[in-house]
C-alpha cells in the first residue's frame, strides 16, 4: 500500500499544469465533471488536479468580500499527458480544448503557475483532534489554553474552545497558531 503512495507521489512530482479551455461561466462545472470522470474511471495517477484560479475582492455596493474568477473560460489541470488523460479531459463536457498550438497541451512553465497562485495541495499534518487541550502559541489569543471543537484540513484552521472573560468562547485559530499541550 505505502508502495504505490510513494509511486503516486513521485508521478505528482513530474506532472505539470496545463491550461484547459471551457465554456465561459462552466468553469466549476467542468471542475467537477473531470474531478468525478478521474474518480470513476481509477485515472487519479495521471490527473492530480484540477483548479479554477479565483481572488477576493471587496464589493463596492454591499460592502462584502466576494470571489471572482481571475480567468474566465478556463481551468488549470496538473496532470501528466497520455493519450487516455488527454482523452479524458478534452472529453469532458464543457471543454473546449487545451490552451497551445492546435490544441497541443503546452505546459505552463514554473514561474507561471507561480504567478497564477497555484500552490500544491499539500494535506498538513496535525497531531491534534478535537477535543485535545491545545496551547495558542500566536496571534491575538497568545498563551491561552482551549479545547479543539472542530477541525478543517482544507482550510488548515481549527475552532477552539478559549476561556475568556469566564466564558467559553469559539475562536477559529490555523494551524500554526497552536499545538497541543
Given at each position: 500500500m505505502t508502495d504505490k503512495i510513494d509511486d503516486r507521489e513521485k508521478r505528482a512530482k513530474n506532472a505539470k499544469w496545463y491550461v484547459v479551455h471551457t465554456y465561459s461561466g462552466h468553469e466549476n462545472k467542468v471542475k467537477a465533471n473531470l474531478e468525478k470522470m478521474v474518480e470513476n474511471r481509477g485515472m487519479k495517477d495521471d490527473i492530480f488536479e484540477v483548479a479554477v484560479?479565483?481572488?477576493?475582492?471587496?464589493?463596492?455596493?454591499?460592502?462584502?468580500s466576494k470571489e471572482r474568477k481571475l480567468f474566465p473560460g478556463?481551468?488549470?489541470?496538473?496532470?501528466?499527458?497520455n493519450d487516455e488523460s488527454w482523452y479524458?479531459?478534452?472529453?469532458?463536457?464543457?471543454?473546449?480544448?487545451?490552451?497551445?498550438?492546435?490544441?497541443?497541451?503546452?505546459?505552463l512553465s514554473d514561474q507561471e503557475v507561480?504567478?497564477?497562485?497555484?500552490?500544491?495541495?499539500?494535506?498538513?499534518?496535525?497531531?491534534?483532534?478535537?477535543?485535545?487541550?491545545?496551547?495558542?502559541?500566536?496571534?491575538?489569543?497568545?498563551?491561552?489554553?482551549?479545547?479543539?471543537?472542530?477541525i478543517n484540513v482544507e482550510k488548515k484552521k481549527a475552532k477552539v474552545y478559549v476561556s475568556m472573560f469566564?466564558?467559553?468562547?469559539?475562536?477559529?485559530?490555523?494551524?500554526?497558531?497552536i499545538e497541543k499541550v
Open positions: 484560479p479565483t481572488e477576493e475582492y471587496l464589493d463596492s455596493k454591499s460592502g462584502k478556463y481551468v488549470l489541470v496538473k496532470m501528466i499527458i479524458l479531459v478534452r472529453n469532458t463536457r464543457g471543454v473546449t480544448g487545451f490552451v497551445g498550438p492546435a490544441s497541443k497541451p503546452v505546459p507561480k504567478a497564477l497562485g497555484v500552490q500544491d495541495t499539500v494535506v498538513p499534518t496535525v497531531d491534534f483532534k478535537v477535543d485535545d487541550v491545545v496551547k495558542v502559541i500566536s496571534g491575538p489569543f497568545e498563551n491561552f489554553m482551549g479545547t479543539v471543537n472542530n469566564g466564558r467559553e468562547t469559539l475562536v477559529e485559530l490555523d494551524f500554526d497558531q
